[in-house]
């Protein structure tokens, strides 16, 4: 089986303006998850999406936002970039949300 | 605050010894416990899962688990310089809520 793909890889942007990330899970999981890894913060937890409803949602400002799709592909939406949005967002896919297995991860840089 | 400690190391052990890597968890409702390696620049990668308490054995990995002491624990026998590697705990809580944290770097000195 193919694993999780996040796309793009890499990406620069600059305050102020939006992006938005997209993660195709494994075949077969309906589970969703993202994270945000920083040096300084490590690995928080953003939103978990479950056949196209959010089930559980970190403790992130409303400007990052997702949504997933019928066919359990999932994007992340960040509006309004700050410098500190600048991190490695994963994506992970689970089966049922339980044991999940990671993309190679977007590096978002804000400039 | 559901919380996951884990120290932060650096955790430095010679080739062929035992690693012992340790985290406890606030909140008595987790419910699945894991073990990832993350390689430097690299995203996670699952080693183990644990569920009930006890030990649970995987080639040269054993996680430990202690419910009453809200502890769980990642031994790697045989540490290989391919070790070398931050670890990271990761627990679930209701509604598959998966809370990681921070990792412990490990090095295995040749």
């Known amino acids: 089986k193919a694993g999780v793909t996040q796309t793009p890889r890499y990406l620069i942007k600059t305050r102020g303006q939006q992006v938005t990330l997209s993660c195709s899970p494994i075949?077969?999981?309906?589970?969703v998850s993202w994270y945000q890894q920083t040096p300084g913060q490590g690995l928080q937890f953003l939103f978990e999406?479950?056949?196209?409803?959010?089930?559980n949602k970190g403790n992130f400002p409303g400007r990052f936002s997702g949504r997933q799709f019928s066919n359990s592909r999932s994007e992340m939406n960040v509006s309004t970039l700050e410098l500190g949005d600048s991190a490695l967002y994963l994506c992970?896919?689970?089966?049922?949300?339980?044991?999940?297995?990671f993309g190679p991860g977007t590096r978002l840089t804000v400039l | 605050q559901k919380e996951v400690e884990q120290n932060s190391g650096p955790l430095s052990v010679p080739e062929g010894a035992i690693a012992s890597l340790n985290c406890t968890y606030s909140?008595?409702?987790?419910?699945?416990f894991f073990w990832y390696r993350q390689y430097s620049g690299k995203s996670p990668e699952l080693i183990m899962s644990?569920?009930?308490?006890g030990d649970k054995e995987d080639g040269r990995f054993t996680a430990q688990l202690n419910k009453a002491s809200q502890y769980v624990s990642l031994l790697i026998r045989d540490s290989q310089p391919s070790d070398s590697a931050t670890y990271l705990c990761?627990?679930?809580?209701?509604?598959?809520?998966?809370?990681f944290g921070a990792g412990t770097r490990l090095t295995v000195k040749p």
């Open positions: 992970a896919s689970s089966l049922t949300g339980d044991t999940q297995y």
């Open positions: 075949s077969g999981h309906r589970s």
């Open positions: 999406y479950f056949s196209e409803t959010q089930r």
């Open positions: 909140d008595r409702g987790s419910q699945s």
């Open positions: 644990i569920y009930s308490n």
């Open positions: 990761a627990v679930t809580y209701n509604n598959n809520d998966m809370r």
